[in-house]
């Protein structure tokens, strides 16, 4: 068991040992099925844990030239790219740092065909398409909701793959099972079943929760190699959750227990800063040692230190009273909250720390500090 209290807090704590773990089902997946897995980096960007996930995937896939870079630098192998729409400075740049870029739509097709047809030599151009297939009940995770901006659909797709144009791409899902994908590749077939065979490659996209304990891998794998020889195509899958799924935490400390009609914890994080997820997906996070609300003896609501009043974790219940100076640990922290810290309120950017739990190593890789704030503003 990790002893959190030598963490300075707030900080981040991925565990080596975790995303090994996460890391070995992928390249399991990838073993069997010839398909090439790319991180998201969206999702995950710690790139001090680059060597480690570079001994098991192909690559990464990027959302713009500053993930593509970072890609490029520090993780090595394939990069992919796709955006809603590219600059022509990005796209430039892109141009410089991708072996794949998948566009969103005709008319960014028609706007770069002329630099599309002058590198199609080293780079793979794809094209996104939206199957109209739901799997997403949060609306806003959903890029086949209606009126979605993400993907191509049928009706204003060419009969035949336009020039230089030599792959498609969909992602659809989030956080889903592999039966999700099977109901997708069966819609997506109906409706671009005849442009697939004039594919070399095919993206499914992340969205695939292959290292959930319950994820059905052999269903996956079955799917891969279906499609793969009806089509004669190269499977790509990008995954950004399934990477660093439960392999980190967010390490916290109490700063204050206030009464309010109801108990109050203040922490050193912050719901708005340091894990937005929080109140945009909405979630609730675990964390270790606790239950729901009124389970045991001590019910607390926590909330984080800015001003913002909605700034709350979330109600939780402890066999101890809280005080302050206690250590929070919060489970399940690595993906989509690393990425998406801010500096609201100018808070203290959380430290990051990688770690092993077998041989107790423990490496402070960063802290943050005043220019990390005034570094964006001016
Ligand atoms: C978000 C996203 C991913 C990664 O999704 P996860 O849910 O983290 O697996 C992959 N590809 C595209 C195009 C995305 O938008």
Redesign the pocket.
Known sequence: MTDFSIFETPAFAVDEVLLKRNLEILSQIQKGTGAKILL?L??FAMYSAAPLVMQYLSGT?A?SPHEARLGREEFGGEVHS?AAAYSDSDFDELLTLSDHIVLNSMSQYEHFKDRIAAHSDRIKFGLRINPEHRETEVEIYDPCAPFSRLGITRKNFPDTLPPHITGL?F?T???KNSDSLERTIDAAEKKFGELFHQCSWVNF????HITREDYDLGLLSDLIIYFKNKYNVDIFL?????VALNTGFMVSTVLDVINNNKKIAILDTSAAAHMPDVIEMPYRPYIIGSEEADVLPHTYRLGGLTCLAGDIIGEYSFKEPLKTGDRLVFTDMA??SMVKTNTFNGIKLPDIYYFNSETGKIIHRKSFGYSDFKGRLS
């Open positions: 998201a969206k999702g896939c959302s796709f791409h992602h899902l989030c956080e996209g992340g969205g695939h990008e995954p950004g959750e399934a993906h989509y």
